[in-house]
Protein backbone atom coordinates (compact mmCIF):
# COMPACT_ATOMS: atom_id res chain seq x y z
CA UNK A 1 0.00 0.00 0.00
CA UNK A 2 1.23 3.27 -0.88
CA UNK A 3 1.47 5.86 2.15
CA UNK A 4 0.29 9.45 0.91
CA UNK A 5 0.23 12.11 2.62
CA UNK A 6 -2.84 13.59 0.98
CA UNK A 7 -5.74 11.44 -0.49
CA UNK A 8 -9.10 11.42 -1.64
CA UNK A 9 -11.86 10.18 -0.43
CA UNK A 10 -14.81 9.52 -2.51
CA UNK A 11 -18.00 9.90 -1.07
CA UNK A 12 -21.99 10.32 -1.79
CA UNK A 13 -24.35 13.13 -1.24
CA UNK A 14 -27.34 11.50 1.15
CA UNK A 15 -29.72 14.06 -0.78
CA UNK A 16 -28.71 13.61 -5.15
CA UNK A 17 -26.76 10.71 -4.95
CA UNK A 18 -24.03 12.08 -6.59
CA UNK A 19 -20.25 11.59 -5.76
CA UNK A 20 -18.03 13.83 -4.46
CA UNK A 21 -14.60 13.40 -3.11
CA UNK A 22 -13.04 14.82 0.13
CA UNK A 23 -9.46 16.06 0.32
CA UNK A 24 -7.72 14.58 3.26
CA UNK A 25 -4.16 15.59 4.41
CA UNK A 26 -1.93 13.61 7.14
CA UNK A 27 -0.89 15.33 9.94
CA UNK A 28 0.58 14.54 13.09
CA UNK A 29 -2.19 14.38 14.83
CA UNK A 30 -4.62 12.05 12.36
CA UNK A 31 -5.89 12.52 8.94
CA UNK A 32 -7.70 16.65 8.29
CA UNK A 33 -10.44 16.46 5.86
CA UNK A 34 -10.57 20.27 4.21
CA UNK A 35 -11.46 20.10 1.05
CA UNK A 36 -14.55 18.71 -1.05
CA UNK A 37 -15.09 19.12 -4.40
CA UNK A 38 -18.09 17.02 -7.28
CA UNK A 39 -16.37 14.33 -8.87
CA UNK A 40 -18.16 12.25 -11.72
CA UNK A 41 -19.02 8.42 -10.95
CA UNK A 42 -16.93 7.44 -13.88
CA UNK A 43 -14.35 9.68 -13.75
CA UNK A 44 -13.82 8.02 -9.30
CA UNK A 45 -13.61 4.56 -11.03
CA UNK A 46 -10.67 5.76 -13.43
CA UNK A 47 -8.86 7.02 -10.54
CA UNK A 48 -9.14 3.85 -8.54
CA UNK A 49 -9.51 5.88 -5.25
CA UNK A 50 -10.01 2.42 -3.43
CA UNK A 51 -6.19 1.51 -3.57
CA UNK A 52 -5.09 3.35 -0.39
CA UNK A 53 -7.17 3.68 2.94
CA UNK A 54 -6.90 6.17 5.86
CA UNK A 55 -7.58 5.23 9.32
CA UNK A 56 -7.27 6.38 13.15
CA UNK A 57 -8.60 9.80 14.16
CA UNK A 58 -10.23 12.12 11.40
CA UNK A 59 -11.18 15.66 11.79
CA UNK A 60 -13.39 17.93 9.52
CA UNK A 61 -11.26 21.35 9.86
CA UNK A 62 -13.17 24.56 9.61
CA UNK A 63 -12.09 25.59 6.21
CA UNK A 64 -13.77 21.91 5.26
CA UNK A 65 -16.85 23.51 2.42
CA UNK A 66 -19.30 21.02 2.87
CA UNK A 67 -20.91 18.45 0.26
CA UNK A 68 -20.51 19.83 -3.00
CA UNK A 69 -24.37 19.29 -3.96
CA UNK A 70 -26.14 20.03 -0.39
CA UNK A 71 -23.67 21.95 1.89
CA UNK A 72 -23.82 19.05 4.70
CA UNK A 73 -20.21 19.94 6.67
CA UNK A 74 -20.59 16.29 8.23
CA UNK A 75 -19.85 12.65 7.01
CA UNK A 76 -21.18 9.53 8.06
CA UNK A 77 -19.25 5.89 7.39
CA UNK A 78 -21.50 3.34 6.20
CA UNK A 79 -21.03 0.70 8.90
CA UNK A 80 -21.60 -1.95 6.40
CA UNK A 81 -20.16 -1.05 3.20
CA UNK A 82 -17.45 1.09 4.65
CA UNK A 83 -17.90 4.25 2.46
CA UNK A 84 -18.61 7.48 3.14
CA UNK A 85 -21.87 9.84 2.80
CA UNK A 86 -22.53 13.57 3.74
CA UNK A 87 -24.60 14.09 6.59
CA UNK A 88 -25.89 17.63 7.70
CA UNK A 89 -25.58 17.02 11.15
CA UNK A 90 -29.37 17.33 11.74
CA UNK A 91 -30.69 13.93 10.41
CA UNK A 92 -30.56 10.97 13.09
CA UNK A 93 -31.11 8.50 10.01
CA UNK A 94 -28.63 8.28 6.82
CA UNK A 95 -29.33 6.11 3.57
CA UNK A 96 -26.11 4.69 2.07
CA UNK A 97 -26.15 5.19 -1.72
CA UNK A 98 -23.64 2.51 -2.64
CA UNK A 99 -24.98 -0.75 -0.92
CA UNK A 100 -28.64 0.67 0.33
CA UNK A 101 -28.07 0.21 3.99
CA UNK A 102 -30.28 2.60 6.39
CA UNK A 103 -29.51 3.53 10.19
CA UNK A 104 -28.94 5.60 12.92
CA UNK A 105 -26.33 8.11 13.26
CA UNK A 106 -24.36 7.47 16.23
CA UNK A 107 -22.83 10.79 17.02
CA UNK A 108 -19.46 11.59 18.25
CA UNK A 109 -17.63 8.81 16.24
CA UNK A 110 -13.86 10.30 15.65
CA UNK A 111 -12.54 7.30 14.92
CA UNK A 112 -12.21 4.96 11.83
CA UNK A 113 -11.89 1.93 11.45
CA UNK A 114 -10.32 2.09 7.59
CA UNK A 115 -11.84 3.97 4.95
CA UNK A 116 -10.67 3.61 1.13
CA UNK A 117 -9.04 6.27 -0.50
CA UNK A 118 -6.83 7.49 -3.42
CA UNK A 119 -4.46 9.66 -4.71
CA UNK A 120 -5.34 12.32 -7.26
ZN1 LIG B 1 -24.68 16.20 0.23
ZN1 LIG C 1 -23.09 1.30 2.58
Known sequence: MRKNNVVIVPAKCQH???MFGIRAERRNDGWHLNWAFELPEDEAAREKFDEDSISGRITIDSEY???PY???KGFVHCGKCGKLSCWDEED???TCHY???TGLIN???EEF???KAGDY
Open 92 to 94: TRF
Open 107 to 109: CGA
Open 70 to 72: CGG
Open 99 to 101: CGN
Open 65 to 67: PGC
Open 16 to 18: SGK
Open 113 to 115: GEI
